[in-house]
């Protein structure tokens, strides 16, 4: 995860790709995952903006219900 962090932080677009993955990892039993998923979505509103991240997650959500 946190290698993913450093390559979405570099990419725009990557970031927009690594984002739907946080919200299964952050459903995770592991506590150190959690962790590291709260990082990185804090990396990305710090490098891209709080505006940019949810749009992303809403893209995601709404391409996830597409999907159904």
């Known amino acids: 995860m946190e ?3 450093i390559l979405g932080a570099l990419d ?3 970031a927009a790709e690594i ?3 946080t919200s299964t990892a952050i459903d ?4 150190a995952l959690k962790i ?3 990082d ?9 903006g709080c505006r940019d991240v ?3 997650c809403r893209s995601a959500a709404g391409d ?4 159904r």
Request: aromatic share 6%; net charge negative.
């Open 12 to 14: 725009q677009d990557i």
């Open 19 to 21: 984002l739907p993955s």
């Open 3 to 5: 290698s993913a962090a």
């Open 36 to 38: 590291s998923v709260i």
């Open 40 to 48: 990185v979505v804090a990396d990305m509103i710090v490098t891209y």
């Open 64 to 67: 996830s219900d597409n999907g």
């Open 54 to 56: 949810l749009s992303w």
């Open 28 to 31: 995770s039993d592991e506590e």
